[in-house]
């Protein structure tokens, strides 16, 4: 079974301040990895798949990288909206089961 | 435009039946993976499986004994039912669409259930 371990935890930042989340794999995975994001009272939206696309809609401060066992999502100026949880996902190539990662929280210095 | 919508009582008993329902409107279920994913109050996201529409199923290792999760293409909804619950069963249940690599890209709003006697 691949963990998934997210880092830091929470993160305190301020708005214009540049955010990197880390999700590092237990094994090596394929670029199946997604990203979302969490407000309070939110279901989770969809923020980037295949490690580094872009869902529909979200905006071109958001992107992501990585392969392999290391992957980072990069928020390049916040927002005060981009405060919230991050969760990376990833998927095993078969049967194809889900695994999240344990969040990491963006919140306002 | 697609939506989800998650039904089913919201307090259930211990060891009993936990039975939810999702409602897909906007596009049709025969494609893609439909998703159940549990989020217990202030803790992370835990998937619980999915099914595809012609009806196979993958679950969480650590639930796999208690679940099943079906589909029904006629009412365009598919379905969660979790047996022997227990207090760690208590979350908020997200239904939601899964396309493999593209990622789970619509979901329900989500359903507290409370399992308490």
């Known amino acids: 079974e691949i963990v998934l371990t997210q880092s830091p935890a929470i993160v305190s930042l301020s708005p214009g301040d540049s955010a990197t989340l880390s999700c590092r794999a237990s094994q090596t995975i394929t670029s199946d990895l997604a990203w979302y994001q969490q407000k309070p009272g939110q279901a989770p939206r969809l923020l980037i798949y295949?490690?580094?696309n872009r869902a529909t809609g979200i905006p071109a401060r958001f992107s992501g990288s990585g392969s392999g066992t290391d992957f980072t999502l990069t928020i390049s100026s916040l927002e005060p909206e981009d405060f919230a949880v991050y969760y990376c996902?990833?998927?095993?190539?078969?049967?194809?089961?889900?695994?999240f990662g344990g969040g990491t929280k963006v919140e306002i210095k | 435009q697609v939506q989800l919508q998650e039904s089913g009582p919201g307090l259930v008993k211990p060891s009993e039946t936990l039975s939810l329902t999702c409602n897909v409107s906007g596009v049709s279920i025969s494609s893609y993976y439909w998703s159940w994913i549990r989020q217990p109050l202030g803790k992370g996201l835990e998937w619980i499986g999915h099914?595809?529409?012609?009806?196979?199923?993958n679950y969480n290792p650590s639930l796999k004994s208690r679940v099943t999760i079906s589909v029904d293409t006629s009412n365009n909804q598919f379905s969660l039912r979790l047996r022997s619950v227990t207090a760690a069963d208590t979350a908020i249940y997200y239904c939601?669409?899964?396309?493999?690599?593209?990622?789970?890209?619509?979901w329900g709003q989500g359903t507290l259930v409370t399992v308490s006697s």
């Open positions: 939601a669409r899964y396309r493999g690599v593209l990622g789970a890209d619509y």
């Open positions: 099914i595809y529409y012609s009806g196979s199923t």
């Open positions: 295949e490690a580094s």
């Open positions: 996902q990833q998927s095993s190539n078969w049967p194809p089961l889900l695994t």
